[in-house]
Each structure stands twice: as C-alpha cells, then as structure tokens.
C-alpha cells in the first residue's frame, strides 16, 4: 500500500520569513495530493491540493510542488504570520481506491 | 449548507466494552470516510462508504466496522476495544467517487479506553 513520508517534523520560522514542508510517497499511481492544516483541538482543514497532471499551484501565500518522477510533493508558505502556526499533513491518493494516506504531521511555529 | 457532525463529543470506555460513534454528512455529500487519528500521528484510513455501500477498507480489524444510511449519515462500531483504540476518531464527506474531491472533516470523537 501507500507510504506517505513527511519532513521536518517540527518547523520553527520566523514571522515574514517562508516554510517549506517536503514529503515522498510510494505508490506511483497516486494522483491526488491534498495538504490539510490542523489547529490544535480542531478538524483538519484543506488549504491546497493538487492532482499529478500539475507541477505547481498557488493560492496567495501558499504554493504546492509535486515532482512525479521523484514521488515527492512539498508545500511552500511565504510571509508567514502567527496565525499560520498549527500542525500540517500531507496525503496522497490513488483515484481507483479512493484511500487517502496521510504523512505524519509537521509542527510549524510561527515566532512573531 | 451544514457542516459535518459527529457525536458524541468525548467518550471514556473499558476494554473489552463495544462503541458506537455517529457522523453526519454535509449537506448534499453520499460518501463518507472514517479516520483514527492517535495522538501525535496523522489519520490513519479505517474505511469508506459510498451510497450505504463499503467502498475500500484500511489496515484495521474486523472488529471495526461501519454502515451508512440512506441519508448519508454513518456509524463506526469498534467491539473488544483495545487500549491502543484511543484516538480521536474523525469522520469526512464528500461527494461522489471522482477522486480527489475535497473531504470535508468533522470535529471528531475523542475515545479514551481504559
């Protein structure tokens, strides 16, 4: 089944500066790769996503990477702000099974 | 438009007890997947049901099981539970089996075994 591995675990940034969050995953035919964002005591909530047809998208201050060649997808964060502290998780999906793995999370604090 | 629910919020049991925890849909979404979130990990995939039907089942024993109703909504039953069942559980919808459309999550369920 599908491994998906995600790093750093745990992010410290300062306010303004950018985060990036980097994970690789197994199976080649995932094609669906959803970052979600976690506050603490909270649901997971998407904030980007992005199917195997694209290299990149970007929403304002967050932008997704995937290289399909390598199995690995990233999520970039500029001018980060204090609200943007939580935990986030990436997952991968494969079309057919509809099983969405997710990574282990990664801890990011925004240091005002 | 209403998001997706669950009940009941917290839950304390003893193992070998059984548990049944509820989800409700959001509003015009038939397909609903069930995560076990352990403290500190990601969600772990349980299973989905898609129109009352189990569509794909994750690396978790028969012991868990599920059903969906025709509104939609859906139960996860956990029998003989497991000190290692503590976890919040979290229930997610969406629509249909296009793939890759957004799962929305609910609040979860938060079960300690004792």
């Known amino acids: ?112 | 438009e209403t998001g997706v629910t669950q009940s009941p919020t917290h839950l304390i049991k003893t193992r070998g007890q059984q548990v049944t925890l509820r989800c409700s849909s959001q509003s015009g979404h038939n397909t609903v997947s069930w995560y076990q979130q352990a403290l500190g990990q990601g969600p772990q995939f349980i299973f989905q049901y898609y129109r009352e039907e189990e569509n794909g089942r994750g690396n978790f024993p028969p012991r868990f099981s599920g059903l969906q109703f025709p509104n939609y909504s859906s139960e996860l039953n956990v029998n003989a539970l497991e000190l290692d069942d503590s976890a919040l559980y979290l229930c997610a919808s969406s629509y249909g089996l296009a793939g890759g459309n957004e799962q929305f999550f609910g609040p979860g369920t938060r079960l300690t075994v004792l």
């Not at chain 1, 199976?27 to 996503?49: M, T, V």
């Not at chain 1, 304002?60 to 609200?83: C, D, G, M, W, Y």
Request: aromatic share 8%; charged share 20%; hydrophobic share 30%.
């Open chain 1, 1 to 112: 089944g599908e491994n998906v591995e995600q790093h750093p675990s745990t992010l410290s940034v300062q306010e303004g500066d950018s985060a990036v969050i980097k994970c690789t995953y197994s199976d080649s035919a995932s094609n669906y790769f959803p970052w979600y964002k976690q506050e603490l005591g909270k649901r997971p909530q998407l904030i980007i996503d992005i199917r195997s047809n694209v290299g990149e998208k970007k929403d304002q201050r967050i932008a997704v990477t995937l290289n399909k060649t390598a199995k690995h997808f990233s999520l970039h964060i500029t001018e980060t702000q204090p609200e943007d502290s939580a935990v986030y998780f990436c997952a991968a999906l494969n079309f057919g099974n509809e099983k969405l793995t997710f990574g282990t999370g990664t801890r990011l604090t925004i240091i005002p």
